[in-house]
T-cell receptor
């Protein structure tokens, strides 16, 4: 079992719809959770971080964390073609804060 | 500089040769990280530095890989006797501290092709 698992996709949604990206992790003592966006051929860019259970909203993006279920998700409202990218989930632990463990990413395509 | 700078941006090398990849973190950032990303895959942790020390080298794939950091600034990732499976983009990142909640900023990567 991978430490951080994501559906590889591709996930395709029409413009204006809600895109839902999911991530599960195996280490129960994980502390910090991050969503990165990576355009093809580019480096990852942080879009959301979340540290406590519940929802965190930032513009069109909402991150949701459920530590009991070891589950973190990212919702993108009013999806735009420019949101088309690979979304990487990353997890950092308590005991080794220097190591982020990444999932393999979910590729999202937003169709005009 | 304004962001994390990596060089070379692209490197094609022959199997068996050694390569050095350089990373210049954001000024003042004490933590520095190296990741590897193979085509179509997620990021694979290699090593991180807190200051000039590397507390966790467990991610280095083999003893052909080594990394150092000097002056709490520039870091070099060295791959000796390169193999074709080393072909990937090598991403360097930095953060102000090493708290687990601080933002990590990535460079544009060094694309390595071993032929």
């Amino acid at each position: 079992q991978k430490e951080v698992e994501q559906n590889s996709g591709p996930l395709s949604v029409p413009e204006g719809a809600i895109a839902s990206l999911n991530c599960t992790y195996s280490d129960r003592v994980s502390q910090s959770f991050f969503w990165y966006r990576q355009y093809s051929g580019k480096s990852p860019e942080l879009i959301m971080s979340i540290y406590s259970n519940g929802d965190k909203e930032d513009g069109r993006f909402t991150a949701q964390l459920n530590k009991a279920s070891q589950y973190v998700s990212l919702l993108i409202r009013d999806s735009q073609p420019s949101d088309s990218a690979t979304y990487l989930c990353a997890v950092r632990g308590v005991t080794n804060a220097g190591k982020s463990t990444f999932g393999d990413g979910t590729t999202l395509t937003v169709k005009p | 500089g304004a962001g994390v700078s990596q060089s070379p941006s692209n490197k094609v090398t022959e199997k068996g040769k050694d390569v050095e990849l350089r990373c210049d973190p954001i000024s003042g950032h004490t933590a520095l990280y190296w990741y590897r990303q193979r085509l179509g895959q997620g990021l694979e942790f290699l090593i991180y530095f807190q200051g000039n020390s590397a507390p966790d080298k467990s991610g280095l794939p083999s003893d052909r890989f080594s990394a150092e950091r000097t002056g709490e600034s520039v870091s070099t990732l060295t791959i000796q006797r390169t193999q074709q499976e080393d072909s990937a983009v090598y991403l360097c990142a930095s953060s102000i501290l090493l708290t687990g909640v601080d933002t990590i900023y990535f460079g544009e990567g060094s694309w390595l092709t071993v032929v």
